[in-house]
């Protein structure tokens, strides 16, 4: 009822730039907070950034500074810019939204496929 589909990966050189998308479709009645996570094979995936429905942002301490999280609720819509990417930036990034849909008004987390970054030295 609810899909999450995420672009803009790619590879890309250390001190390069690249924007991820990710915008959720379907039965959806409000859409909560928005993330972006990351993994690597084998490890645990891990918060890189999240927004709240109203605005307010929080990164890792790995990323402050080079990353901004945005989002447009019109669009149903959230964006990570990165910049002045590294080479321990290559992951595979996730979005996950929280959403209530219409059906029975239930809510629950949802995520996206991933969309890998890597980047070259």
């Known amino acids: 009822q609810v899909q999450v589909v995420e672009s803009g990966g790619g590879l890309v050189h250390s001190g390069g730039s690249l924007r991820l998308s990710c915008a959720a479709s379907?039965?959806?009645?409000?859409?909560?907070?928005m993330g972006w996570y990351r993994q690597a094979p084998g490890k645990r995936r891990e918060l890189v950034a999240g927004?709240?429905?109203?605005?307010?942002?929080n990164y890792a301490d790995s990323v402050k500074g080079r990353f901004t999280i945005s989002r447009d609720n019109a669009k149903n819509t959230v964006y990570l810019q990165m910049n002045s990417l590294k080479p321990e930036d290559t992951d595979v990034y996730y979005c996950?939204?929280?959403?209530?849909?219409?059906?029975?008004?239930?809510?629950?987390?949802?995520w996206g496929q991933g969309t890998q970054v890597t980047v070259t030295s």
């Open positions: 379907g039965r959806i009645f409000s859409i909560h907070a």
């Open positions: 927004i709240t429905s109203d605005g307010i942002t």
């Open positions: 996950k939204a929280d959403i209530t849909i219409h059906t029975a008004m239930l809510r629950s987390d949802y």
